[in-house]
């Protein structure tokens, strides 16, 4: 029994190590951005040798791919919007807090695009993948439920969802790099939404 106690609190610790290691990297993406995530300087957020690093993650890539999945699970639990019973409420509301997550997370945000397209991560990690189609498929529940209840009339859901996601990525991505050229982007965002509705229910 005491062997068996020890390690579990082994095991509990090394958990720790690495989720204060993926919290510094967080803490080094935020204040730097993706070109400022490196081992060297998420070791010295963390206070520890750059090799524990490399203990954890074997790689610098390994780390950022902890980023990335790090980054789409905050995605899914922003878009998720599961005690709203109204479809339509529901899209939209998951449409809106797509928007607030990107704002309020402009590096986690971009760090899902860059790093899982510009530097083939989900190649060279493909569990990424999996935390990916779990953001994806929060929308495509939410399509899905929105044909059964007759909110939207029946047809693919899995391509409604990828329209419905390039459009307010497309708009989020404007906002973040200052391309939006109306007075208010949460208004025109807001608009957007509304023509978004207009043609998934027509």
């Keep these: 029994?005491?062997?068996?106690?020890?390690?579990?609190?082994?095991?509990?610790?090394?958990?720790?190590?690495?989720?204060?290691?993926?919290?510094?990297?967080e803490a080094v993406l935020a204040r730097e951005g993706l070109a400022g995530v490196t081992i060297r300087d998420v070791a010295a957020e963390a206070g520890v040798a750059p090799m524990g690093v490399y203990n954890r993650f074997g790689s610098k890539d390994g780390l950022i791919a902890a980023l990335v999945m790090r980054s789409f699970d905050l995605l899914t639990e922003a878009v998720e919007v599961p005690d709203e019973p109204d479809p339509l409420?529901?899209?939209?509301?998951?449409?809106?807090?797509?928007r607030e997550f990107a704002l309020s997370h402009p590096q986690h945000y971009t760090v899902i695009f860059l790093s899982s397209?510009?530097?083939?991560?989900?190649e060279t990690h493909p569990e990424v993948e999996e935390h990916a189609r779990a953001a994806f498929e929060a929308l495509v529940g939410?399509?899905?439920y929105a044909m059964q209840t007759g909110a939207v009339p029946?047809?693919?859901?899995?391509?409604l969802a990828q329209q419905i996601w390039a459009t307010v990525h497309g708009a989020v991505a404007l906002e973040l790099f200052?391309?939006?050229?109306?007075?208010?982007?949460?208004?025109?965002?807001?608009h957007l939404l509304d023509l978004l509705e207009a043609g998934i229910t027509r």
């Design 1 to 25: 029994m005491p062997s068996m106690a020890s390690g579990t609190r082994t095991r509990t610790r090394s958990r720790d190590v690495q989720q204060n290691l993926l919290d510094a990297a």
């Design 89 to 98: 409420r529901r899209l939209r509301r998951s449409g809106q807090r797509y």
């Design 142 to 144: 939410h399509v899905v």
């Design 178 to 190: 200052g391309m939006v050229l109306t007075e208010d982007p949460a208004v025109t965002y807001e």
């Design 117 to 122: 397209a510009g530097h083939g991560i989900t």
């Design 154 to 159: 029946e047809g693919d859901a899995f391509d």
